[in-house]
């Protein structure tokens, strides 16, 4: 079990939520035990000592700890509650297989912006990879986001060309005057025959909602291909670390000026840090509020089930495997030997359900939780010093390429040349 990981307990028997994880020897960025560590950095450092105090070692945090570190020769401090560096990147070699995998759930990289790309490339390799998903549809795998093919098989139809899909997909999308909820929005960009295969109960399984219960915009960008493309996203670079993402956290933290400290609350800390410092925030917004006594926001998490399959060649034909409907209660299966077409006897599976209990992954955006995120962004306004930035401290999902855009923007905007701080 990894240090300082959360546990429940079935019988006499102590469970993580977050899978059976087992580290190889010598992963890097992981403190050694539960107590406060410094990973990087002196131990006889004080507080007053530092310009910038970052909480969270994840994409936010990090960027913008180097940029400080780098651009201004500012001694920055960031402090991380988990027991390792690289927040829901973090992943490690598995010790039993030697496979390579991801803690917290798949990440693939995605992005058409060249400032993103270059940025990255700074810290580690990158290889290409263009990521598909599948999902288990009567009976038989089908591509998702659905293109001709997957209207084929599970719509029994025969459609060959471009203009024939977008025939069909005009036929099918429902009309209305006004969209108010998921449900109208989904209908309208796939229709009903793939509303009730693909995503209906998809979307239960991952929310505890139905559709109809969630902010219309959750569906916005509900993607139906009118080719036979099978990539998960069409953009300009996709890829992922050839090392892993712990490494190009390793390496993006490696400065100087930046110091890091693992098993570290940063509400412990927060009192004694000295009025006119630099407060840069990536933790839940509603956490930070928290004294104040209002109510939380709803956020969904995840929980990983893994299994070690010894002597095994593959378990499935693709890294994830979505599984839409309502036959089994987990979202998705991913298997890690896939990616990045590693070489092991054994394989890896992690079937991945979904829990209101755990760390925060997504934010539930329905009326009552986007009304009080307002009353609580209102509230992070007005702290001074204070910056609320990446996805938890503003209620709002980020894949990973906009987690790194938010955070290069935010860094230009606040702290750039015009707006450097003395």
Known sequence: MPPSATTSTQGDKK?????????????????????????????????????VVVVG???????????????????VLIVEKRAHIGGNCFDYIDEETGILMNQYGAHLFFTDHQDVYDYICKFAKWKRWEHQVVGMIDGQFCCIPPNITTINMVCNQNIKTIEQMDKWLAENRVKY???TNGEEMAKSRVGEVLYEKIFKHYTY???????RDIAPEVFARLPARNDYDTRYKNRTYQCLPEEGYTP???????HDNVDVHLNTDFFALKDKIPKGKIIIYTGPVDYYFASLGFEKLEYRSIRFHIERKMNYGFYQPNSVV???GPEVDFTRIVEYKHFLNQKSPHTIIVKETTTDEGDPYYPVLNDRNKALFQKYKKLADQEKDV?????????KYFDMEAAIKNALDYFNDHFGKENKQS
């Open 15 to 51: 469970v993580d939520p977050r899978g059976d994880h087992r580290y190889a020897k010598n992963t890097p960025g992981v403190a050694p035990g539960k107590e406060p560590y410094v990973y990087q950095g002196s131990k006889d450092s004080k507080i007053e000592d530092y310009d």
């Open 322 to 324: 979505n599984y839409p």
């Open 205 to 211: 399984k991952q929310w505890q909602k139905w559709p």
């Open 387 to 395: 910056h609320f930035v990446g996805r938890l401290a503003n209620y």
């Open 248 to 254: 190009f956290f390793v390496n993006l933290l490696k």
């Open 57 to 75: 070692a994840g994409l936010s945090g990090a960027i913008i700890g180097r940029r400080f570190a780098e651009e201004q020769g500012k001694k």
């Open 177 to 179: 005057d006004k969209i």
